[in-house]
């Protein structure tokens, strides 16, 4: 009987003492693999250099990088933002920059506050900033929250709870084991070290599917988001927004810290252009056009450095030409669908603010927005007044949703 006391409790030991080496050493791979970035082991070319797209812990690991590159220019904004910016283009190196995209899929200007906010508090205070102004953020008129002048939300660190489930558990090991696997991909979902989304994997999906589908989808899903918000951008009861109301806290800050901020309308493909002005959006949207610029402007003249530059006017950019349904080997050169563009275009944009004479886009200030706003909308309706398949495809989305 003692005997076998003896081996219950000898295998049980050995079982115990298994389990902790099998834990510690699947917590020693996935800690060296890092596939979130946020350890900033080694990068080894073959085995993690290439880090996958992750949709969890997304602030933790864009802080961690951007912690650590503490850049003189940051990118900010939403996954447009993310996937057209490339923070490493030349022209920041030109003007003597270095560059980080802090932007966020999914998120508003509030998260670029707080990221602003950490940045000033690690001594990391960028010198320029891009950021993207999203008009479908505005619509709505969300009424504005109380909003301290100097955010105290902490940085996110890592903790025991990122620890269990990013190194101690079975979701970490397969994030883990399929960065190793990402390392031979043709086209892989990927992040890079400075916060760009190149958003390879779309290749084969536009391969595969065309760009038609990737327009078409996307389209039938802005019109549902964009009809379930009150066709305004401020309260009903008036005041401003809780946008303008974060948007005013950003400029406050660079200025605060003798920052240059270029506010940057997105360049959004005609198609959206021609679907706002046939649900009655098209002066609304005009309208908010000209509120950033007043935004911009009271800044200005309180001593900040900020330029609004409107991308989202009719040009041959944004009128690039959807591929017809089942044309699976056109590659779009500017867009992977309406809303959000490709790093050709993107890195035209960039061109503009930071000085270069390129034809695309204007800067919109006091003396010339209310013209040039206008002028822009006049093209768009003239755009509507003439058959052309892109109209046609306007009027097809518009003609499914209002079936429905």
Excluded at 24 to 41: E, K, Q, R, T, Y
Excluded at 239 to 255: H, K, P, W, Y
Aim: net charge neutral; glycine share 8%; aromatic share 8%.
């Amino acid at each position: 009987m003692s005997a076998a006391i003896h081996s219950w409790g000898s295998y049980l030991r050995w079982m115990l003492a298994t389990l902790v080496l099998v834990v510690a050493s699947a917590a020693v791979f996935n800690a060296v693999i890092d596939p979130l970035g946020v350890f900033d082991s080694p990068r080894i070319a073959g085995l993690n250099a290439v880090k996958p797209y992750l949709d969890h812990h997304r602030e933790l690991a864009r802080w961690q990088a951007a912690r650590r590159a503490c850049a003189s220019a940051g990118i900010f904004g939403n996954s447009r933002a993310e996937i057209g910016f490339d923070p490493e283009n030349e022209l920041f190196a030109r003007h003597g920059l270095s560059a980080f995209n802090h932007a966020v899929p999914g998120t508003s200007a509030e998260l670029s506050l707080r990221q602003i906010s950490w940045l000033d508090a690690a001594g990391c205070m960028p010198k320029t900033m891009v950021l993207g102004v999203e008009f479908f953020d505005f619509l709505g008129g969300a009424r504005p929250r109380p909003l301290a002048s100097r955010p105290t939300a902490p940085a996110p660190r890592p903790d025991l709870r990122f620890l269990a489930e990013s190194v101690f558990s079975v979701s970490g090991l397969r994030d883990s084991l399929d960065t190793v696997l990402l390392q031979h991909a043709s086209y892989p979902a990927t992040l890079t070290p400075r916060g760009f989304n190149p958003l390879l994997n779309y290749v084969p999906e536009v391969a595969q599917n065309g760009h038609y589908m990737l327009f078409r989808q996307r389209a039938e899903e802005n019109v549902r988001s964009w009809l379930r918000k009150p066709p305004r951008v401020n309260p009903a009861e008036g005041g401003v927004s809780e946008n303008e109301q974060v948007l005013d806290a950003i400029l406050a800050r660079g200025a605060e810290a003798g920052a240059t901020t270029y506010l940057v309308i997105y360049p959004y493909h005609a198609e959206i252009r021609l679907m706002l002005e046939r649900l009655g959006m098209g002066e609304l949207f005009a309208e908010w056009k000209k509120s950033i610029v007043a935004i911009a402007a009271r800044h200005a003249a309180a001593g900040g450095r900020v330029e609004v530059w409107d991308f989202s006017g009719v040009s041959p950019e944004t009128l690039e030409s959807i591929p017809a349904r089942g044309d699976r080997r056109t590659q779009m050169q500017y867009y992977w669908e309406a809303g959000h563009f490709k790093k050709a275009l993107g890195d035209r944009v960039l061109a503009r603010v930071l000085g270069e004479e390129n034809g695309f886009g204007v800067r919109l200030d006091d003396g010339n927005s209310d013209r040039t706003i206008a002028e822009d909308r006049a093209r768009v309706q003239a755009l509507l007044a003439e058959p052309s398949p892109l109209l046609a495809e306007v009027d097809a989305v518009l003609e499914r949703h209002a079936s429905r």
